[in-house]
Nanobody, 125 residues
Framework: VQLQASGGGLVQAWGSLRLSCVVS?????????MGWFRQAPGKEREFVAT????????DYAHSVKGRFTISRDNAKNTVWLQLNSLKPEDTAKYYC??????????????????WGQGTLVTVSS
C-alpha cells in the first residue's frame, strides 16, 4: 500500500492550504480508516484528524478543531485535509496514514498500518 501526500508549502499566518493523500495498492480504499498526523522539528508526532471508512465519523485534535477539516472520496482513493486560519505553531511535516479494517477511527499512531512520506507545511508570522 502506498500513500502519496501533497499540497504542503509556505503560507502566511491566517492563510489556507489543502493537503491531499492518494492511496494505491492493497485493498479497496473503503477498507481503511484514514488519519493525518504531524511532526514539528524537535517534537513528537501528534494526531491531527481522522475519518472513518465512509466519512461518517471524524475526530480532531483540540488544537485544530474548527480550523481543519478532513474529508475523503472513496471513488478517488483520496483523503484531504483542509487547513484554514493557519498559525505559525501549525508548522510541521504532515503525514497521512491508513488503518486497515479500522472499525473505529483512532487517534493513536500505533494503530495505523501504512504511512505516507509526509508533506511540509510552513506558516510564517
Amino acid at each position: 500500500v502506498q500513500l502519496q501526500a501533497s499540497g504542503g508549502g509556505l503560507v502566511q499566518a491566517w492563510g489556507s492550504l489543502r493537503l491531499s493523500c492518494v492511496v494505491s495498492g492493497g485493498r479497496t480504499f473503503n477498507n481503511y480508516a484514514m488519519g493525518w498526523f504531524r511532526q514539528a522539528p524537535g517534537k513528537e508526532r501528534e494526531f491531527v484528524a481522522t475519518i472513518s471508512w465512509n466519512g461518517g465519523y471524524t475526530d480532531y485534535a483540540h488544537s485544530v478543531k474548527g480550523r481543519f477539516t478532513i474529508s475523503r472520496d472513496n471513488a478517488k482513493n483520496t483523503v484531504w485535509l483542509q487547513l484554514n486560519s493557519l498559525k505559525p505553531e501549525d508548522t510541521a511535516k504532515y503525514y497521512c496514514a491508513a488503518d486497515e479494517y479500522g472499525v473505529q477511527p483512532t487517534t493513536r499512531a500505533n494503530d495505523y498500518d501504512y504511512w505516507g512520506q509526509g508533506t511540509l507545511v510552513t506558516v510564517s508570522s
